[in-house]
């Protein structure tokens, strides 16, 4: 496994799998990875004859009310993870590689970032956009693997890559769950062990809800039914709603023709979960 720090050394790789006629994936993290990150290294390995796999911490997409100093580190461990999964290159850049001195561009998508975590996280999706536009350009891959757990965040990827003209084909991957049904996350590591053992309730609900939308309840009053079961089990719901899978404008009523989500984020003790399933 080859492992590359600056831009030069990973344009050599890259250059040498296309020389072999090789096709790359490309799996965007920013470390501290479970088993739901070597999903979407399997992912890309069904898909490319190689895949890399990227480890930055992105400063863009974290706003003034997060605390990017917390974000998880573990570089030996995501090293060792990556090996066993049998990830061919990895690209880890320093700040100064990614946005180097003087820099002044960035990505901003309409569309799928209006509401939900473009309104909880303003700036967010303006820095995923547009680390994930240079991660796209630097790798050349002609894959990339991204999880449907951030659902919205997958959309914001796929208009942006589709506008752009960006040669890739973004792959989503679904959700990795544990046993419970809660979904793998990285922030997961900060659940107290009581509210670990509260978090898989967001999935119960969320499946209830799903199920009563598609035999046929009102959409509102099964919205209100599940937010208020999550206020009564500990949950403080930013939001959980039914909306258009790939524009994310929320629905009211069932729509027979076309593909529905169930999108939600709730905070339980100190960590912000996200989830999402299809109606």
């Not at 995501?78 to 820099?103: F, H, I, N, R, T």
């Amino acid at each position: 496994m080859l492992i590359c720090r600056d831009l030069a050394s990973l344009r050599a790789a890259t250059a040498s799998l296309r020389a072999a006629g090789k096709r790359l994936a490309l799996v965007p993290t920013m470390g501290a990875l479970h088993d739901g990150h070597l999903a979407l290294v399997a992912a890309g390995r069904q898909a490319a004859d190689a895949v890399a796999t990227s480890i930055f911490v992105n400063p863009l997409q974290f706003n003034a009310n997060e605390d990017l100093s917390r974000y998880p580190r573990d570089e030996e461990g995501d090293l060792g993870k990556l090996q066993a999964a049998g990830c061919d290159l990895v690209w880890m850049p320093p700040v100064e590689a990614m946005y180097p001195p003087g820099s002044a561009t960035v990505i901003e998508v309409a569309g799928p970032t209006a509401g939900w975590e473009g309104d909880a996280r303003p700036g967010h999706f303006r820095g995923v956009a547009t680390v994930c536009c240079k991660l796209f350009l630097q790798s050349q891959a002609e894959v990339a693997a991204f999880g449907e757990k951030d659902w919205q965040q997958l959309q914001v990827v796929t208009r942006m890559a589709t506008d752009l003209d960006i040669p890739i084909r973004i792959l989503p991957v679904p959700t990795v769950r544990e046993p419970d049904g809660l979904a793998m996350s990285s922030r997961n590591r900060f659940l107290s062990v009581e509210d670990r053992a509260t978090a898989p309730v967001l999935y119960r609900t969320m499946t209830r809800a799903a199920s009563e939308i598609a035999a046929g309840r009102a959409v509102g009053p099964a919205l209100a039914d599940s937010i208020e079961a999550l206020r009564d089990t500990g949950f403080a719901p930013d939001y959980l709603a039914l909306v258009e899978a790939e524009t994310l404008k929320p629905l009211t009523a069932r729509r027979p023709g076309g593909p529905m989500r169930i999108i939600a984020a709730a905070r339980l003790g100190t960590v912000r979960l996200l989830d999402n399933i299809p109606v």
